[in-house]
């Protein structure tokens, strides 16, 4: 069974970090473009960062490009997310999900079940 | 900036045929957008209905199938159950730059 499950969630300062972990299992892990994706309170879902299988390709969002990076260990099964000069408009769920090819197209299949990273004074 | 437009918001009767629909705030959403559909109750995580434009993922029932119907993407659902009523979210490719994937707004459903 394909699980993703996030951790490092918690609540930061403005200008903070925080390092958020996805451990993958139930899958070939180094197999996959992985992803990031964020959810703000009430709000709607927001792509965040996308990694290739060998981490040779990442891409990013602009409302966080240069103050996030998008990372992970093949050998160790997990995906990670180093947040740093957070802002309180990065309050939101933080979602693992992992890409599915179908032969044509990219979609979502798997999505773990978020941590909270909350930003404020 | 690229946005990725939805309804809002949708009602539908139980039984009835609703589509919630997916666009480009500057170009047609076509096939290659590889546009996917995500279905989301509160609390929960988003589960994958739709995804490669019309392809309904493992255990998503027949009732709910996607397409493209003029400059957009769609989704219809046809003989809305209760629970059905929950946020719906498109998703596409748009490959300019590096922001290459944006999800839409969202659709709150209402069955009633």
């Known amino acids: 069974e394909v699980q993703l499950v996030e951790s490092g969630g918690g609540l930061v300062q403005p200008g903070g970090s925080l390092r958020l972990s996805c451990a993958a299992s139930?899958?070939?892990?180094?197999?996959?473009?992985m992803s990031w994706v964020r959810q703000a309170p009430g709000k709607g879902l927001e792509w965040v960062a996308n990694i290739k299988q060998d981490g040779s390709a990442i891409y990013y969002a602009d409302s966080v490009k240069g103050r996030f990076t998008i990372s992970r260990d093949n050998a160790k099964n997990s995906l990670f997310l180093q947040m740093i000069s957070l802002r309180v408009e990065d309050t939101s769920l933080y979602y693992c999900?992992?890409?599915?090819?179908?032969?044509?197209?990219?979609?979502?299949?798997?999505w773990g079940r978020g941590t909270l990273v909350t930003v404020s004074s | 900036q690229t946005v990725v437009t939805q309804e809002p918001s949708f009602s539908v009767s139980p039984g009835g045929t609703v589509t919630l629909t997916c666009g480009l705030s500057?170009?047609?959403?076509?096939?290659?957008?590889?546009p996917s559909w995500y279905q989301q109750t509160p609390g929960q995580a988003p589960r994958r209905l739709i995804y490669?434009?019309?392809t309904r993922s493992s255990g998503v029932p027949d009732r709910f199938s996607g397409s493209i119907i003029g400059n957009k993407a769609a989704l219809t659902i046809t003989g809305a159950q209760a629970d059905d009523e929950c946020d719906y979210y498109c998703?596409?490719?748009?490959?300019?730059?590096?922001?290459?994937?944006?999800f839409g707004g969202g659709t709150k459903l209402t069955v009633l």
């Open positions: 490669n434009t019309n």
């Open positions: 139930g899958f070939t892990f180094s197999g996959y473009w």
């Open positions: 500057s170009a047609s959403v076509s096939t290659g957008h590889f």
């Open positions: 999900a992992r890409w599915f090819y179908d032969g044509s197209a990219y979609s979502l299949d798997y």
């Open positions: 998703l596409l490719y748009v490959g300019t730059g590096s922001v290459i994937w944006v």
